[in-house]
């Protein structure tokens, strides 16, 4: 799947917009600045490396958060609904983990962690569009994305750090000293992480919904074994003037196929 070169900049605006309303105070400003120094990487990050997973596409990662805050701020109305005590977390809080839950996603400072993978049959036979960049050392998503943020001298709240560690819920088994407790005293006391969870899968799986199903609806006699990105929709528009300077040392390969 490919997003055209004005939804990625739409995209892009929707992002910062969602700061500028929904962030205060000195966090604000830093967090613009964070965004606008990695702009060129963040706005064509991919969601993920894998074509089965979510969003593995130029622009998927923006597109994915996007929906992540909305998804986010229409789950809390349902759980507002159903009574949970909302006066637990901020509207703040709940955007800022939205924004930021996957940042770890981009790498380090200096190096992007999904590349494109360069070994043909797995990209051919495994879906994967991106490979880990080895320059950088190991870390989890969440971890990396909250060593960003106090790098960049950006604060987050407990309940922010809690809800950004979490957002995976239980499919990550390191979440399970959080989420599976049984005793109340260790329970969250938000239920902030929940709904970021929740926002979280539901976008993930309506981006599975809208690249997949129509291959599946529209009998296509089966998935070609090498479909690829680039055999999946009409001629791309991507590489127009505004994104044409891109200097990104893993996304230049990428459009330069495209
Ligand atoms: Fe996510």
Redesign the pocket.
Known sequence: MKLSAEKIQSNWVEFNTNIEQHITGDRKQKLLDFYKKYEERISLMP?SHKKEYHSAFPGGYVD??NR?VKAALSMSAVWDGFGADMSTFTQEELVFSAIN??LGKMGDSEHESYIPQTDKWRRDKLGEEYMHNKAIAFSAVPDRGLFLLQQHDIKYTFNEMIAIQT??GLYDPANEKYLKSFMPETKPRTSLPFILHQA?MM??RIEFEIEWLPKFKNNLGGLKSNFTLGTNSGKSNIKNKALGSIKSEGLKNIFDKL
């Open positions: 969601a994915h958060v992540v839950h996957d957002h995976d979280d976008a993930a």
